[in-house]
Nanobody
Framework: QVRLVESGGGLVQPGGSLSVSCAAS????????MGWYRQAPGKQRELVAK???????NYADSVKGRFTISRDNAKTTVFLQMNSLKSEDTAVYYC?????????????WGQGTQVTVSS
């Protein structure tokens, strides 16, 4: 019912910048929260950043000041601008959305996009 399509990602050198985006489509009333999680090899999936429909944002301490999350006016696309990238940012980045369907909030996930920071 809900599809999250990620784009962007790839290989970048340390200190470089990269952006990823995620577009939601399907049958839903609204999207309460959109965000990004990441999972590095051998580690648990962790929150990177999220943004509510009202525009409130939350960031992991490790990315504060370097990453910026935003949404489009329709609030169905989320963007993550990543600057000053470090090797420890290497991970698969997953788009997340808390989607409202029939007044119920439902978690939705994208397929993931690889971000590799390496020289």
């Amino acid at each position: 019912q809900v599809r999250l399509v990620e784009s962007g990602g790839g290989l970048v050198q340390p200190g470089g910048s990269l952006s990823v985006s995620c577009a939601a489509s399907g049958n839903f009333q609204s999207i309460a929260v959109m965000g990004w999680y990441r999972q590095a090899p051998g580690k648990q999936r962790e929150l990177v950043a999220k943004i509510s429909s009202g525009g409130s944002t939350n960031y992991a301490d490790s990315v504060k000041g370097r990453f910026t999350i935003s949404r489009d006016n329709a609030k169905t696309t989320v963007f993550l601008q990543m600057n000053s990238l470090k090797s420890e940012d290497t991970a698969v980045y997953y788009c997340y959305a808390l989607v409202v369907i029939d007044r119920d909030g439902r978690d939705s996930w994208g397929q993931g996009t690889q971000v590799t920071v390496s020289s």
